[in-house]
């Protein structure tokens, strides 16, 4: 592994006791570069380093943040929105960003706004993260007693205001339009698109929804340029990543490495490998949502493209490790069993489809399958997400649906025989 | 020659018939003193069953009156009252009378019928004196709780309740439930018939296949 | 039609057929308007596309690919390439319908909808035949109530929101919402708040399975033994299209009928449900008599019609009145003006119950706005009664023009109304004060209303203008015409109430009016229908108010009331009253007894809504054909038939001998009908209806309104009697469903008024005015005008009110109940 700049958890981990304060942010070299910034650079020049830096957007769906902003209609008033509704199970990499370094973000917020010539921006953070919200509640406050937030920031003549928002604890709120939604006092649903969030999103406004971890990097990619962003990590996929590792591995835990590692590095070097050195069964690369990764996998990088061509993809960069011991059923089942319940119940396939999956799993797991359901399961997933194709096609309005297909197909590509065997008629079959 | 004898025979010829006949067997029976056993497919008076708590099965769905291609019954139904239901569901039969003047015993109803309410009996005899009473209501369509159909002349000699209450094997071999050859309870509780009840033999080659296969 | 340009065309293949569609309009529509059904639960036509059902999944080529893509909320593009019926997609439809099923119980057999239930009948179509699922459906209590009409059936819903989206985008009282998500998601109201929505039955009609059920249909009646016909609405004067559906000779509900003219398919729960009254066991059935002793006895109809002929035969022409009509058809109103004129010969007769605008005003404004015109509407003027709860398929409309179509909404009237919400501005006045705030308006130096002044120099301006209460002057509508006349591209939609008294009013039902849109006066018009009819009186003729006069000095000896009810309806219930006592010689031709008709000496029972055929004229001038399905109870008639055979017993010659011949006539004797036919309206293109004159028609009355100098009237607390949607009319009292909507009597009052009379909210008082005494509850309402009283109009305890200019509102004076005096008190020195 090549030596790379720590960009987002420097400041964290050099000072663990008072990194989400304003005193030691400012200390550490702090809106600085916001600073510099405000009084120097147009907005427009600031868009063209994040464009250069070609950052992917960290909540799952990796966009590439620069090129979204560029899509923004010519209307004002414009909205930005920072989603840290970070509810995918296995992810928590956002609670440290907003925990222990909430001035990063605030900066990368006055930033980006400037950037986007937004003067309101919204940060809407999971409902069940309440110390997060506190502390990115208190920095705002203090930002804004600093004059970092308010009006003429720095004397630039610039203009924001920034409105903590807590969420009710939907999952589905993690999802852009549905998260635009709550945030108007909706019920957190989906909207149809077109119109995309950065022609019609806020208070039907033109909107920038960006990841908690993607701006907490602009202000990095600011001082430093966006060359030097893009110099580090792969080629396709740049930057350094925050990564959630969970399950069977010795060493859980948010690790921030550099774009296109392999996994084999992630899992066994830093991770420390399976626990009590068992043998590795499976893991989910991003997020519950990804299709599953096996042994063979291990040596593929950890980039965008490398991770789509091999069926999956690097989501939220939840790692979550499933040693010999697991179950994939009860996995799958689990994984499916969220989904159904944090399904907005809005279209069909997803309200019903999710529901029925869970209940067809659940009887597997209690051995009361019935030989018919592995082609009634793959039936059903393929009625969410025809063609069972990765990236999946859906008859849903939002990829929630299919994102409960993933692990079911996950088990039935990998690990069909484990999943036959646990139906009783099939068995018999078997050893006849 | 032989005409000439024929001839003479020819008289005695039809006492040959007379006496081949009269050492037969009588298929003329005495009506009503002597009641000849129904086929058990017989479609005959219609019923309204009930379940076995006492409930009654029609739900007033008027599918019975949608199909009836003699548009003889008249069906209406009603919200059920909460505290004291008349059927399971939320509606039920709140009117329900068959006009058997005009209908023609083809048993659509009992086909159509989605919950088995209406079945057909055995019961043939209803002459009437006033085209009125052809118009059999509900009071007088839906079995006592025990399953006994009402009969006009319950008392009368010629009546057997009994045979009322067999099984309706028609009704059975059409319902979804049932199949020709079903042997035991009935799932759908009684009908015309209470508890167990044969199967019907020779009805199809699969009954008989499956004999044998046993 | 308003005028708007023709949309642009693409072509798109469809299923492999090149079609031509307008740019930008939805798949699923382009797809329908070709033949091509797609199927749907979610989507309806009046309402934005939301794609939750996801059923009417298509493929569309696109540079990335085939993709699944919603027809419902996908516009076409040019060359766009749709497939409807591709194995992804049969593959895609069938899914749906299984996951729609799978918790979706299958009580089809109990089932109201079963029979014609859009989920019914697309399993059949599009769906996989046989369910996969065995595991328990999920479980919700069987029917909840969510407001005293239409009830809930959760298991059953398929949460395709189009309850909640017509309740909260259409009718704009949003009562119902999803709750729960998942699986465990359900519409329901929002605690203790009921869906009381004037509107909440075509939440009913348009569930596409049966989740939502209304009381009076509830398991009446299957839908494959419904008999309809197709009909318009009497409820009010906007025409909506309704189709009238029964059952073994009873109607068992009434749903609407897509009309792009006028009610786009939705209705009022009153139009909706008010059929009951048909049914109702008070309809009179034989004709009754007065006998010696004063009681009504039943009679033969010989006999009460030679009572009749005698009676009307006795007196002379001119000493006959007649008050009524506005609740017949075209050819009904027709029959009795030329019976009036022609047999009895009197000029006397009036349609509106002496409650309403000029019939000159009503017939014969121009240029007059059609429904339509308010899509089109730049700015919409309403200076009228509350139009939620007089004209609601009309309200609707106006919101559609505002919220969708983006029309600026100015609301004049004495007190909240349901369309505040939606108003760029709005102008409260006291009663009475009208004239001021049309020369305010007028005057362009003056300081008020600049912002609403701003708005109406944008046009097209339509102007809907009727009464804002019973109290109000007529002549202020003029007023309020003429200035809306002066605003650019404006028409005007004069507004009154009765349902068909437009009708009424174009087949001469009126003192000043001739068939077809003639005035009197008018010698060349008169002429014209004498070559017809023989001599006529040229005089005009009384009005009602001048009828209840003149049959009070004994001017007037014979009155007909045709379904009127003057005593409730009029200024001063008790001389009502005693006019009527007062004439020789009543008769009624009625459905009910009223308050009226209890002294008739003769009633005549006839045939009404849904029993007689016929046209019917609306707002607009709009003629539909209103049709027969069930014949009247006992021994009813149609009145045409009764007319007839009385003029033949006058030794007159009516020719009303059917329906049919009676159009003929009205289409050769009244200039606006002339190339009106029952074959017109009942097939082709123009079953929405025509608006006279068309074609052949001429309309002779071209009236200009004019700002007659009325005065601003003055006084304490001037009365504003608005009207009220289910009120204490005899059809609303006479539907079960209806008559327990009725609000309780009270009487509202602006809170500082309240505390200037040391009057609390909610405590007993006695509202004194001219006419009578009423003793309400009092109601603090800070929408009201200050200085103004209102008081519901024609509710069973208010009507004796009558309609005076001020009232008084005192606290219960000392003849009251001891106690209730005491509490009175009490609360008073409490606050």
């Known amino acids: 592994m090549t030596s790379f700049p720590m960009i987002l958890t420097e400041r964290m981990t050099a000072h663990p006791a008072d990194s989400h304060l304003l005193d030691r942010y400012e200390a550490t070299g702090g809106y600085e570069t916001l600073r510099q910034a405000l009084l120097s650079m147009k907005p427009e020049e600031i868009v063209e380093q994040v464009k250069a830096a070609n950052i992917q957007g960290r909540g799952g769906a990796a966009f590439p943040a620069g090129i979204k ?173 925050l990564f959630s590792l969970s399950g069977h591995v010795k060493k859980p835990g948010n690790v921030e490495v550099p774009m296109g590692l392999t996994w084999r590095e992630l899992i066994y070097d830093i991770g420390g490998g399976i626990r009590d050195d068992n043998e590795l069964k499976a893991w989910v690369p991003g997020g519950a949502s990804a299709p599953w990764f096996v042994a063979e996998h291990l040596d593929t990088k950890v980039t965008k493209d490398d991770c789509a061509k091999a069926g999956s993809m690097l989501g939220s960069g939840a790692v979550i ?111 006849a | ?69 003699a548009s003889c019954i008249y069906v209406r139904g009603q919200d059920n009252p909460v505290d004291a239901p008349v059927s399971p569901g939320e509606r039920f039969g709140f009117v329900y009378e068959i006009n058997l003047l005009r209908c023609i015993f083809c048993g659509l109803c009992v086909e159509a019928c989605p919950t088995e309410a209406i079945t057909m009996t055995q019961l043939f005899e209803f002459s009437v004196t006033d085209r009125a009473d052809a118009i059999y209501t509900k009071d007088e369509l839906l079995v006592q709780a025990d399953g006994t159909p009402n009969h006009g002349q319950p008392d009368g000699p010629l009546i057997d309740l009994a045979e009322l209450k067999l099984a309706d094997g028609w009704m059975r071999a059409t319902s979804p439930a049932g199949r020709a050859d079903f042997e035991g309870v009935p799932a759908w509780t009684p009908s015309a018939g209470v508890g167990l009840r044969p199967a019907e033999r020779g009805q199809s080659d699969v009954t008989e296949s499956e004999e044998e296969e046993a | 039609m308003p005028e708007q340009p023709p949309p642009e065309m693409v072509t798109i293949s469809l299923d492999g057929q090149e079609i031509e569609v307008p740019q930008g309009e939805y798949i699923i529509k382009a797809a329908e308007d070709q033949g091509t059904y797609i199927p749907r639960f979610c989507y309806h036509s009046r309402m934005k596309p939301v794609g939750l059902c996801r059923m009417c999944l298509v493929e569309v080529e696109t540079p990335r690919g085939r993709i699944l893509t919603t027809a419902c909320n996908t516009p076409v593009a040019p060359e766009m390439i749709v497939d409807t019926e591709s194995a992804v997609v049969q593959k895609a439809q069938e899914g749906i319908l299984e996951f729609l099923l799978i918790n979706h119980p299958l009580d089809c057999p109990v089932c109201d909808k079963g029979g014609e239930c859009p989920l019914q009948d697309q399993t059949v179509a599009y769906g996989p035949g046989e369910s996969r699922f065995v595991e328990e459906k999920r479980h919700f209590e069987k029917p909840i109530p969510l407001s005293d009409i239409v009830l809930m059936d959760r298991e059953r819903c398929i949460l395709c929101a189009r309850c909640t989206r017509f309740s909260e985008e259409v009718s704009g009282d949003p009562l119902i919402e ?142 006959v009145a007649s008050i009524g009509g506005a609740n017949n058809t ?90 505040d919400n939606i108003a760029a501005e709005k102008i409260t006045y006291r009663p009475g004060e009208g004239p001021e705030v049309v020369r305010k308006l007028t005057a362009q130096g003056d300081q008020d209303y600049g912002a609403v002044r701003d708005l109406l120099t944008a046009g097209p301006v339509i102007a809907l203008v009727g009464l804002t209460g019973r109290a109000e002057d007529p002549r202020l509508a003029e007023a309020v015409a003429a200035y809306a006349l002066g605003l650019p591209g404006s028409k005007v939609l004069p507004l009154a109430r009765r349902a068909n008294v437009f009708g009424a009013l174009d087949m001469g039902l009126a003192p000043t009016l001739l068939p077809g849109r003639v005035p ?150 009244a200039p606006a009908y002339r190339s009106m036919t029952w074959d017109r309206l009942e097939w082709g293109p123009e079953r929405d209806g025509v608006v006279m004159p068309d074609r052949d028609g001429v309309q002779e009355l071209r009236f200009v309104p004019d700002d007659s100098g009325l005065r601003p009237t003055a006084g304490r607390l001037a009365l504003h009697s608005g009207r009220v949607l289910y009120d204490g009319g005899t059809r609303n009292t006479q539907s079960p469903a209806l008559a327990g909507l009725t609000p309780d009597p009270a009487v509202y009052l602006h809170p500082r008024d309240a505390s200037a009379l040391a009057l609390a909210d909610g405590q007993e008082v006695d509202v004194a005015g001219e006419f009578g005494t009423v003793r309400l509850r009092l109601e603090l309402d800070p929408s009201l005008a200050e200085g103004s009283a209102y008081v519901p109009a024609n509710l069973d305890s208010t009507w004796v009110l009558g309609v005076p200019d001020v009232v008084t509102v005192e606290a219960q004076s000392s003849k009251g109940k001891k106690n209730e005096k005491k509490k009175g008190k009490k609360k008073g020195a409490g606050e």
């Open chain 1, 69 to 241: 902003w560029g899509f923004l209609a010519p209307i004002e008033p414009r909205y930005l929105v920072i989603n840290g509704d970070e509810s995918e199970p296995g992810t928590f990499k956002d609670r440290q960003l907003l925990e222990r370094d909430p001035h990063q973000l605030i900066e990368g917020v006055v930033l980006t706004s400037f950037a986007i010539g937004a003067n309101h921006a919204f940060i809407y953070i999971r409902g069940e993260y309440p110390k997060p919200a506190r502390r990115v509640q208190q920095a705002v406050e203090a930002a804004y007693a600093k004059g970092y937030l308010g009006q003429n920031i720095l004397g630039s003549g610039f203009d924001l205001d920034v409105m903590v928002h807590l969420g009710g604890g939907a999952y589905i709120c993690g999802e852009e339009t549905a998260l635009l939604n709550s945030l108007e006092g909706l019920r957190g649903e989906p909207r149809l698109k077109p119109p995309f969030p950065a022609v019609e999103g806020l208070y039907a406004k033109p909107t920038i929804v960006n990841n908690v971890e993607t701006i907490s990097n602009i202000p990095w990619i600011v001082a430093n340029g966006g060359d030097a962003y893009a110099a580090i990590g792969d080629v396709d996929s740049v930057g350094t990543r």
């Open chain 1, 321 to 431: 490790v499933m040693d010999e011991t697991t179950n994939v059923v009860a996995a799958a089942h689990r994984i499916v069993k969220f989904f159904s319940h944090e399904s907005c119940g809005q279209c069909t396939p997803c309200r019903e489809g999710t529901t029925w999956l869970e209940r067809i799993l659940w009887r597997l797991l209690n051995r009361a399958g019935r030989p018919s359901d592995i082609d009634l399961l793959l039936d059903v997933c393929d009625g969410i997400s025809p063609g069972l194709a990765w990236p999946p096609r859906m008859t849903t309005i939002c990829p929630l649906g299919p994102s409960a297909v993933s692990p079911i197909t996950s088990i039935m590509t990998h690990f069909r025989e484990e999943v036959e065997s646990m139906i009783p008629g099939l068995q018999e079959v078997a050893s």
């Open chain 2, 1 to 69: 020659m032989a005409g000439f004898i024929g001839e003479l025979l020819g008289p005695f010829k039809g006492f040959a018939t007379v006496m081949r006949q009269a050492f037969k067997p009588r298929l003329t029976r005495s009506y009503p003193h002597e009641m000849r056993v129904k086929p058990q497919r017989f479609h005959g008076r219609h019923v309204l069953n009930r379940y076995p708590d006492g409930m009654e099965k029609c739900i007033g769905c008027e599918l019975c009156a949608g199909v009836c291609p």
């Open chain 3, 178 to 319: 999803f709750v729960g998500r998942g699986n465990q998601t359900h519409v329901i109201t929002f605690p203790d708040e009921p869906f009381a929505s004037y509107f909440s039955g075509n939440t009913v009609q348009i569930c596409p399975v049966g989740a939502l059920t209304a009381k009076p249909y509830r398991f009446k009646a299957r839908p494959w033994d419904l008999e309809a016909i197709e009909s318009v609405s009497m409820v009010d004067a906007s025409g909506a299209s309704i189709s009238i559906e029964t059952s073994q000779n009873e109607v068992v509900r009434i749903n609407g009928v897509d009309n792009d003219a006028t009610n786009h398919g939705w209705l009022s729960d009153k139009d909706r449900f008010v059929f009951q009254a048909i049914h109702s066991e008070n309809r009179l059935a034989t004709p009754l008599i007065r006998d010696d002793a004063g009681d009504l006895q039943p009679a033969s109809w010989g006999d009460a019609l030679d009572r009749v002929a005698d009676a009307l035969g006795s007196v002379r022409g001119d000493e």
């Open chain 3, 330 to 419: 075209n050819e009904e109103a027709f029959a009795l003006g030329k019976f009036l004129r022609t047999v009895v010969v009197t000029p006397h007769i009036d349609a509106q119950v002496g409650d309403a605008l000029n019939p000159e005003f009503l017939a014969g404004v121009t240029p007059r706005a059609e429904i339509g015109d308010l899509d089109g509407a730049a700015t919409i003027l309403v200076w009228a009664g509350d139009l939620k709860e007089e004209f609601p398929t009309l309200f609707l409309r106006v919101r559609h023009a505002v919220t969708q179509m983006g029309a600026k909404l100015i609301v004049v009237h004495p007190r909240r109304t349901g369309l």
């Open chain 3, 520 to 669: 009197v006066k008018s010698e060349s018009g008169r002429a014209e229908l004498e070559s017809h009819w023989g001599p006529l009186p040229g005089e005009a003729g009384l009005d009602t108010a001048g009828i209840i006069a003149g049959l009070a000095a004994g001017d007037l000896k014979a009155l007909l009331l045709v379904g009127a009810d003057p005593v409730r309806d009029g200024r001063n219930p008790d001389a009502v009253r005693a006019a009527l006592d007062a004439a020789e010689f009543v008769v009624s031709l009625d459905m009910f007894l009223n308050d009226s008709n209890q002294q008739a000496s003769v009633i005549l029972p006839v045939d009404g809504f849904a029993e007689t055929e016929g046209t019917v004229t609306n707002i607009e001038g709009r003629v539909q054909k209103v049709n027969r399905i069930l014949p009247g109870p006992g021994q009813s008639r149609a009145l045409w038939s009764i007319l007839d055979e009385l003029s033949s017993r006058m030794g007159g010659q009516l020719g009303a001998g059917d329906g049919p011949a009676i159009a003929k006539e009205i289409a050769l004797v």
